[in-house]
């Protein structure tokens, strides 16, 4: 019986190899199609990425400079209303703001009128007279003396120089004829902005930095990290090397695993109905803000240890039992150093995810307007993203490139952790 013949059965139905091979162009064809369809995927994935990235840095990097206006300012003790050089509270209430006005009517005597010159008057911002204060405290001997200073331009001023708004934005057809007579004169320039990196929130764009967030969020995390790694670590090894299984470890397994799906403004309500109003600890402070994120990171934690205590081999227990060591010694200088990495991956991916947090630090106080560096963990203090929301709330147009500056500021760090995870699984990983 040759190969034709056994193609067909005996009663004339077709085969099942005649059967397979009428539908394998169809599912070769399908498979194709899903191919394509899992590259389509992938390519608006990495679009949509590089879009929203891109966006942001466009948005964002106009935030790293700032304008300055140059001026020739006398330190007139008559303009300052000072009679004694050596009295330090004097210094600090001169009246520094009539040093700008002057240089400015200086600079534009032809400018007159109180509308005009008020105009005149705001090109420059408020943080000139920060400034000239902190110069004539630090050296009286400014006195009397003329000083060319570039001077920071105000928020509208800013905008408008890195916008190129044609016209004009918020400002006058004067003032935009006074900028173009500083512009061709060589007293406008654009700087790196310092601020942003060196100074506290403010009302001002110009004036507005992100230190005070990011010292607050440095201390929120560093409570986050003391309380949540320990006791994640305990939990874990106790849970899967120690507790006997019965429905008491069951249910806390269940519960361990729900409370990690748990919305994070559940435990904003948490940590203000304990924390502070049971406690008594103050509000938008790093303390209770670590306090609360540490209650969410803490089952992100002990799910990855229980994950890496499992993966390693029994064989390690089994030896190390077998050679006299006790329970306790089989974990701690076995299992644990073997499954330490994994815990380390885990707890930083659960800072990541604490340090991007919003929502459960609202619930605590921590959305308050905080001028003030914190100095401690019970200081007055606000995060990073908590910054941003306040930021992108603002109606100030100088505002917006500041919140695109401190998102990028804020993903810079949460790769960077995300990084540093991947570096230490490379590093300590061992296969078996």
Request: aromatic letters at 8%; one cysteine or more; a neutral charge.
């Amino acid at each position: 019986m040759n190969s034709e013949t056994t193609a067909t059965v005996s009663d004339g139905r077709p085969s099942t190899i005649e059967l397979v091979n009428r539908t394998l162009k169809k599912r070769y064809a399908a498979e194709r199609r899903f191919r394509l369809y899992g590259l389509c995927s992938v390519a608006a994935a990495i679009i949509f990425l590089v879009w929203l990235l891109g966006s942001i840095v466009l948005s964002g990097l106009p935030a790293f400079q700032k304008t300055f206006i140059q001026l020739d300012i006398t330190f007139d003790p008559d303009v300052l209303d000072i009679s004694d050089p050596e009295d330090s509270g004097q210094l600090r209430t001169a009246n520094y703001e009539g040093l700008v006005k002057e240089a400015l009517k200086a600079r534009f005597p032809d400018v007159k009128g109180r509308s005009d010159r008020r105009s005149l008057y705001s090109l420059v911002s408020d943080g000139a007279v920060y400034r000239l204060n902190d110069m004539l405290r630090n050296n009286p001997d400014l006195l009397n003396t003329a000083q060319s200073l570039w001077l920071v331009a105000d928020d509208d001023v800013d905008v408008y120089f890195k916008e190129g708004a044609g016209d004009g934005g918020r400002l006058n057809e004067k003032q935009l004829s006074w900028l173009n007579v500083l512009v061709e004169s060589g007293d406008v320039d654009q700087r790196f902005n310092w601020t942003l990196l060196t100074a506290g929130d403010s009302r001002e764009p110009e004036l507005a930095g992100i230190r005070g967030a990011l010292v607050g969020s440095f201390y929120t995390l560093l409570v986050t990290l003391l309380l949540s790694f320990p006791i994640g670590v305990a939990a874990s090894v106790y849970l899967e090397e120690f507790a006997p299984r019965n429905k008491w470890t069951d249910l806390i397994e269940v519960n361990i695993n729900n409370l990690a799906a748990v919305p994070s403004i559940v435990f904003g309500l948490l940590g203000l109905a304990v924390f502070i109003n049971f406690f008594g600890l103050p509000r938008s402070a790093p303390l209770v803000g670590g306090l609360v994120l540490t209650l969410m990171t803490l089952p992100t934690i002990v799910i990855a240890g229980r994950a890496a205590i499992k993966s390693v081999p029994p064989s390690i227990r089994q030896a190390a039992l077998g050679i006299g060591a006790s329970k306790m010694q089989t974990v701690t200088h076995h299992v644990l150093p073997l499954a330490l990495p994994g815990m380390l991956t885990g707890t930083i991916i659960g800072m990541a995810r604490a340090l991007g947090e919003t929502a459960p630090l609202l619930m605590i106080g921590m959305v308050a307007f905080i001028v003030d560096i914190p100095d401690g963990f019970l200081a007055p203090a606000t995060a990073l993203p908590v910054q941003i929301f306040l930021w992108a709330d603002s109606p100030e147009r100088g505002f917006a490139a500041l919140t695109s500056a401190a998102i990028m500021v804020l993903l810079v760090f949460l790769v960077s952790m995300n990084l540093l995870a991947v570096l230490l699984r490379k590093r300590f990983e061992r296969r078996w």
